[in-house]
């Protein structure tokens, strides 16, 4: 069981489970459910001990399964001038310099093969190019898409199932008591061929294998020399357990779903109670 971080004292932590985050220099941090609480803002206290890491010397970065454009805005109101981890790690891109630091779509041949296995089986699903949404038609999906992420979808009609350009990601959409039989229909029909997770309890995300945030997190690290152990990875979903698992510091949130838990080494608050910022303070004791 991990430990548990409650209200700044972190319980039944031995001094060799300490350890690890004296030597923390890199924190990545999920937004939704995460660094973001349930009116998609961060708090105070988040952006607080954010800044306060950062006069530590420590890096700070996104790592999201949004689109840049949805992601950079937090970006901008952290000041934070990184490579921001994008589409699940489909697309890394410094948030002020949009230097590209790391890209890799779904190929486009995949991508159309999926696209025409939605079409076939009526599942809603939208395609990310470039920068933009692209979707058959506005509806109670793409709605409550645009209403998280503040991107509006365009709709393109049949033109979805025939896109140009290699996609950085693809997303289906279903109803709650479908997600599970989809989730396996995809893998079972795509093995090999696209890696699927989730972010949301009806979101299924699709990119190409070998594509998740702690390949882009490392990738990060890499340009500034720090070890994996260096890394503390902050997340709450499907999408986030990777980099946790893998993570010197992989911390969970309080909301994060049962197999997130289990795979950090600590429990945060959650989103609404100032995980994030309870974390990086705990780090920043750790330092002193």
């Not at 790391?102 to 159309?112: G, S, V, Y």
């Not at 299924?204 to 020399?225: C, D, F, I, S, T």
């Not at 969970?252 to 910022?277: F, Y």
């Amino acid at each position: 069981m991990p430990d548990v971080l409650t209200y700044g004292i972190i319980e039944n932590i031995t001094s060799e489970r300490r350890q690890p985050t004296l030597a923390i220099k890199l924190i990545a941090l999920d937004l939704d459910d995460t660094l973001l609480n349930s009116n998609f803002e961060i708090s105070e206290r988040n952006a607080a001990a954010i800044h306060h890491a950062q006069a530590a010397g420590i890096i700070v970065m996104i790592a999201t399964g949004r689109m840049f454009n949805s992601a950079k805005k937090f970006a901008d109101f952290l000041d934070l001038d990184l490579p921001m981890v994008t589409y699940n790690g489909a697309l890394v891109k410094g948030s002020r310099s949009q230097k590209i630091y790391a890209e890799q779509p779904i190929k486009l041949a995949t991508a159309l093969e999926l696209l025409a296995y939605c079409k076939e089986r009526g599942y809603y699903i939208q395609a990310y190019q470039g920068e933009q949404l692209l979707v058959k038609e506005n509806n109670a999906f793409s709605r409550r898409y645009t209403e998280i992420s503040g991107i509006p979808a365009t709709p393109v009609g049949e033109e979805l199932y025939h896109i140009k350009k290699a996609p950085y990601k693809l997303l289906m959409m279903t109803r709650p008591e479908e997600f599970d039989r989809t989730w396996k229909d995809v893998e079972k029909n795509f093995a090999g061929k696209v890696d699927v997770t989730s972010s949301k309890d009806n979101f299924l995300e699709l990119m190409e294998p070998g594509v998740n945030k702690w390949h882009a997190v490392q990738a990060v690290a890499q340009l500034y020399r720090i070890r994996p152990e260096e890394i503390m990875c902050i997340g709450d979903s499907n999408n986030d357990l990777v980099m946790i698992k893998n993570a010197g510091l992989g911390v969970a949130m309080g909301n994060a779903k049962d197999r997130v838990r289990q795979a950090a080494k600590l429990v945060t608050a959650s989103n609404n109670e100032d995980g994030v910022a309870l974390a990086i303070e705990t780090v920043l004791q750790a330092k002193q």
